[in-house]
């Protein structure tokens, strides 16, 4: 069952597409659903993704594509941005010519994380304005990384680290690593003959071994933001 909210979005989402082949901007959403912010509308359409209704194409940050009906779903809500949801035939693609717009929403900051020895992580209360493209599905945050020891990787001294949150990860994936519940690291997790091993992507560092209680995933590495000065 989805939410009224969520219900409505669908539905605002179906009917836009119906209408022109376009998803709408987040902007369009925002205002639509009468929300506060475009991390709402965030939110809401990755609810919609997690449960099947719709998906997002890829290399296109508006980009969407309703694969449930609002039908499908048993909310009985009447949505306010569109009464007729019921009557609505399937869709087509968005068409592909028309350039997409480059929404951008708002995740939390969490302070700096470590790329070489734990340090603390920061908790803060700062917003980082993101490009939605580069976010899938799921609750996101950011960090920025202290260190060099991901150069390898890709990942330097100053980067926004942007990160699903998850306490679950495969070996080989980049991880937040909350080390003896004090400290925080940006690594690749592995597991090695009981222990848990957290690799860095520099030659110049060692790998750090813990016991398994020693060592939870708070998130998984989802991409990247640089600044130039």
Known sequence: MLTRKQHELLTFIQTRLE?????????????????KS??????????????????????RARALEVIRDSDASSNKAAPRATAQASTLAPLRTPAPARAPANDVIEIPLHGRIAAGVPIEALEGTAMLPVPAALLGSGE????????????????LD???????????ARDGEIVVALVRGEEATLKYL????????LDPANAAYDPQFYQP??????????????RYH
């Open 190 to 197: 592995r597991r090695e003959r009981g222990m848990v091993r």
């Open 19 to 35: 209408e022109s082949g376009i998803s709408p901007s987040f902007e369009e959403m925002k205002e639509a659903l009468d929300l």
């Open 140 to 155: 996101h945050y950011a960090l920025e990384v202290s260190g060099d020891s991901m150069v390898e990787a890709g990942i």
């Open 158 to 168: 100053g980067d926004y680290a942007l990160v699903r949150r998850t306490d679950t």
């Open 38 to 59: 475009k991390s709402g509308v965030h939110r809401l359409i990755s609810a919609l993704e997690e449960r099947g209704f719709i998906r997002r194409l890829p290399n």
């Open 213 to 226: 209680h020693e060592v939870q995933v708070q998130g998984k590495l989802a991409g990247l933001l640089r």
